[in-house]
């Protein structure tokens, strides 16, 4: 029998689990006290001082990848649709390659935010990098929300704690170790929170199969649910991979990583080592569901198959850290996501509102205090939406995939102009918007994000051809954001 020493027979006590996940938390905010010694400057706290390492990229970005819409998304997905659950994997191992390939290079310009990366394409122009810092922040805030649903249901299912009680605990507890230790923090408990969750993601995949029978009984199961996915349309199973490759290309938290690895090289091993990982994984949230649902395919709630087996299915000291490595799935992509956003809300924001960006003697205090009002924002986010992967693709769709196209046109097209990149991200988002209150085309599409993508990429096209091209160069443009940039760091 596969791993019997963890077998006790007893199931997860909410005490028991309250107590691990409590002395979990006070691990990480130790390792974070720890760390907050080294911060000293703005791009210290919110950049770890542009110096990371390979393993702790690679510890960090796996951590990210694999968050909420892994552990419970997918395998929810998994769980109604078979092994249309590794399309979500499948499109994120995709999207972290196309990273490395295409955009790790914007490590040596400096940048601090995603908006100075667009703009920098498009000549520092203001307006366009004014909108994308709005767009960007409301982005980041957007996936630390699915990150917080997401922990809120594990702790709450485990805990018989009300969901929105949850959702606060949820949120104080990384908002507390994020602040004490700024990006550093993240790296580390990020890094340490990837080993967690792979562990407790392996052990649960071979668990459950042997569970239901072994690798024969999975092989019967794969086929009778192919036939769903062979009697449904494929295009929403195409569009859901695509949708999550576009998420990985266009979200501040993945782009932070870049800014903030010690050399180009680094940064682009880190993330195709990243990518090969994620596509090895991306089968095992599809295996996990199939087997949920083999055991018990009454579920109301497709999100809580993950939770269901952990708790009710799995050994007791087994089921523990599998929670728990639910959980740091969780909050490793939360805890990136808020500094992703912070680094926007003073970048971008702060700019905006007050004419100036914030004195670099305050950057620290400011940064922290701009976490706090980032989770807080994001925690109301959570009150609006039932499911992670519908919450995930309304918000790719409308944020992301006209940022995704506006970053294409501006990087690889010299003609681009910024009001091209203006009307690719709101042609964008328009576009997706349509296709999400129109049933039929949802249905048919299974999300807005493809649609949305070739309506802001043809959009970009024809506006930048009508309008004059840009006069200011490359060497012009990073110069002018340098310059913005001395205030802060």
């Given at each position: 029998?596969?791993i019997?020493?963890l077998q006790?027979?007893d199931s997860?006590?909410?005490l028991?689990?309250?107590?691990?996940?409590?002395?979990y938390?006070l691990?990480?905010i130790?390792?974070s006290v720890?760390?907050s010694?080294?911060?000293?400057?703005g791009?210290?706290f919110l950049?770890?001082g542009?110096?990371?390492p390979?393993?702790?990229m690679?510890g960090?970005t796996i951590?990210?990848l694999v968050?909420?819409?892994s552990s419970?998304?997918?395998?929810?997905?998994?769980y109604?649709?078979?092994w249309?659950g590794?399309?979500?994997?499948i499109?994120?191992?995709l999207?972290m390659?196309?990273l490395?390939?295409l955009f790790?290079?914007?490590?040596?310009l400096?940048?601090?935010?995603m908006?100075e990366?667009?703009?920098?394409?498009?000549?520092?122009?203001?307006a366009?990098?004014?909108?994308v810092?709005?767009l960007?922040?409301i982005a980041?805030?957007?996936?630390?929300?699915a990150?917080?649903?997401g922990g809120?249901k594990?702790l709450?299912?485990?805990s018989?704690?009300d969901?929105?009680?949850?959702?606060i605990?949820?949120?104080?507890?990384?908002?507390?170790y994020?602040?004490?230790?700024g990006?550093?923090?993240?790296v580390?408990?990020?890094?340490i929170q990837?080993i967690?969750?792979?562990l407790g993601?392996?052990?649960?995949?071979?668990y459950s199969?042997d569970n239901?029978?072994?690798g024969q009984a999975l092989?019967?199961?794969?086929?009778?649910?192919?036939?769903?996915?062979f009697?449904?349309?494929v295009?929403?199973?195409?569009?859901?991979?695509f949708?999550?490759a576009?998420?990985?290309?266009?979200t501040?938290?993945?782009?932070?990583r870049?800014y903030?690895?010690d050399?180009?090289n680094?940064v682009?091993?880190s993330?195709?080592?990243?990518?090969?990982i994620?596509?090895f994984?991306?089968f095992?949230?599809?295996?996990?569901g199939?087997?949920?649902?083999?055991?018990?395919?009454?579920?109301?709630?497709?999100?809580t198959a993950?939770?269901?087996?952990?708790?009710?299915?799995?050994?007791?000291?087994?089921?523990?850290?599998?929670i728990?490595?639910?959980l740091?799935?969780?909050?490793s992509?939360?805890s990136?996501d808020?500094?992703?956003?912070v680094s926007i809300?003073?970048r971008?924001?702060?700019?905006?509102?007050?004419?100036?960006?914030p004195?670099?003697r305050?950057?620290?205090?400011?940064?922290r205090i701009?976490?706090?009002?980032t989770?807080?924002?994001a925690l109301v986010f959570?009150?609006?939406?039932?499911?992670?992967?519908g919450?995930?693709?309304?918000m790719?769709g409308?944020?992301?995939?006209?940022?995704f196209?506006?970053?294409?046109l501006?990087k690889?097209w010299k003609r681009?102009?910024?009001?091209?990149?203006?009307?690719?991200i709101?042609s964008?988002s328009?576009?997706a918007?349509i296709?999400?209150?129109?049933s039929?085309?949802?249905?048919?599409?299974?999300?807005?994000v493809?649609?949305?993508?070739?309506m802001a990429?043809?959009c970009?096209i024809?506006?930048s051809l009508?309008?004059?091209p840009?006069?200011?160069?490359h060497g012009?443009?990073?110069?002018?954001?340098e310059?913005?940039?001395?205030q802060i760091?």
């Amino acid at each position: 029998m596969v791993i019997a020493f963890l077998q006790t027979g007893d199931s997860i006590s909410p005490l028991t689990f309250l107590l691990t996940f409590g002395l979990y938390i006070l691990s990480m905010i130790t390792l974070s006290v720890f760390i907050s010694k080294k911060q000293h400057s703005g791009a210290d706290f919110l950049l770890g001082g542009r110096s990371v390492p390979i393993l702790l990229m690679l510890g960090t970005t796996i951590a990210t990848l694999v968050g909420t819409g892994s552990s419970m998304g997918a395998v929810g997905k998994g769980y109604s649709t078979g092994w249309i659950g590794a399309f979500y994997g499948i499109g994120g191992a995709l999207g972290m390659m196309l990273l490395a390939v295409l955009f790790s290079k914007a490590r040596k310009l400096r940048f601090m935010t995603m908006s100075e990366e667009i703009s920098y394409y498009f000549g520092a122009n203001k307006a366009i990098k004014n909108l994308v810092g709005i767009l960007t922040y409301i982005a980041s805030i957007g996936w630390l929300g699915a990150h917080i649903m997401g922990g809120a249901k594990y702790l709450s299912w485990i805990s018989d704690i009300d969901l929105l009680y949850c959702k606060i605990i949820i949120t104080i507890a990384f908002s507390i170790y994020v602040i004490v230790g700024g990006y550093l923090a993240v790296v580390w408990t990020d890094t340490i929170q990837a080993i967690i969750l792979f562990l407790g993601f392996i052990l649960m995949g071979i668990y459950s199969m042997d569970n239901v029978g072994g690798g024969q009984a999975l092989i019967a199961m794969g086929k009778q649910r192919a036939e769903i996915f062979f009697d449904e349309p494929v295009l929403p199973a195409i569009s859901l991979a695509f949708a999550i490759a576009v998420a990985v290309l266009a979200t501040p938290s993945y782009r932070q990583r870049i800014y903030s690895a010690d050399s180009v090289n680094n940064v682009k091993k880190s993330f195709l080592y990243t990518g090969i990982i994620y596509l090895f994984f991306s089968f095992f949230p599809a295996i996990i569901g199939m087997t949920a649902y083999q055991l018990n395919p009454g579920l109301t709630d497709p999100d809580t198959a993950f939770i269901y087996l952990a708790s009710d299915v799995l050994p007791l000291a087994m089921g523990i850290l599998v929670i728990i490595a639910g959980l740091s799935a969780t909050m490793s992509s939360a805890s990136s996501d808020a500094i992703a956003g912070v680094s926007i809300l003073l970048r971008d924001v702060y700019g905006q509102v007050f004419g100036k960006l914030p004195d670099k003697r305050n950057a620290i205090l400011f940064s922290r205090i701009g976490i706090g009002i980032t989770t807080g924002i994001a925690l109301v986010f959570t009150l609006f939406s039932e499911t992670i992967i519908g919450y995930i693709n309304g918000m790719i769709g409308i944020i992301l995939s006209g940022l995704f196209a506006s970053t294409v046109l501006g990087k690889f097209w010299k003609r681009a102009t910024w009001q091209g990149g203006i009307s690719a991200i709101l042609s964008g988002s328009v576009t997706a918007i349509i296709i999400n209150l129109y049933s039929p085309w949802q249905n048919f599409w299974g999300n807005g994000v493809i649609p949305a993508v070739a309506m802001a990429l043809l959009c970009g096209i024809l506006v930048s051809l009508m309008t004059p091209p840009r006069a200011t160069t490359h060497g012009q443009a990073l110069a002018i954001l340098e310059e913005e940039r001395k205030q802060i760091e």
